[in-house]
Nanobody, 120 residues
Framework: QVHLVESGGGLVQSGGSLRLSCAAS?????MGWFRQAPGKEREFVVA????????FYADSVKGRFTISRDNAKNAVYLQMNTLKPDDTAIYYC????????????????WGQGTQVTVSS
C-alpha cells in the first residue's frame, strides 16, 4: 500500500501561480496528477516516469504547468503558472507501475486530493 499526501492547493487569482507537492510513502515508478472539476469527470493532467525522461502533459496545461520529481524524497511537484478559472478543480496525485498505464488512467494509488480555486 502506497500512501500519497498532497499539499499546496489554495485560492489564487487568474494569472497567478501555485505549486503542488505530493509525497509517497515509498519509491514508485510513474507519478503525476489528475484533476476533477465540479460536475465533470476526473481528467489526466500530467505524468512523469522515475528517471524524469518521459513526461506527458494534457494539451490544456502545456506551456503553463511543469512537473518535476525528487526520488530521494519520493516526491513529485507541480508548478502551475498563468492559472485560469478553468483550472479550478480538486487535484489528485497518483501513481502507476508504467507511465503508459498512468496516462490511460490505470492508476494503482490515489492521494486524497487538494483543492485549487482560481478566481476571475
Amino acid at each position: 500500500q502506497v500512501h500519497l499526501v498532497e499539499s499546496g492547493g489554495g485560492l489564487v487569482q487568474s494569472g497567478g501561480s501555485l505549486r503542488l507537492s505530493c509525497a509517497a510513502s515509498y519509491s514508485v515508478y510513474a507519478m503525476g496528477w489528475f484533476r476533477q472539476a465540479p460536475g465533470k469527470e476526473r481528467e489526466f493532467v500530467v505524468a512523469i516516469d522515475y528517471e524524469s525522461e518521459k513526461i506527458f502533459y494534457a494539451d490544456s496545461v502545456k506551456g503553463r504547468f511543469t512537473i518535476s520529481r525528487d526520488n530521494a524524497k519520493n516526491a513529485v511537484y507541480l508548478q502551475m503558472n498563468t492559472l485560469k478559472p478553468d483550472d479550478t478543480a480538486i487535484y489528485y496525485c497518483a501513481t502507476s507501475g508504467r507511465i503508459a498505464r498512468f496516462v490511460k488512467g490505470d492508476i494503482d494509488y490515489w492521494g486524497q486530493g487538494t483543492q485549487v480555486t482560481v478566481s476571475s
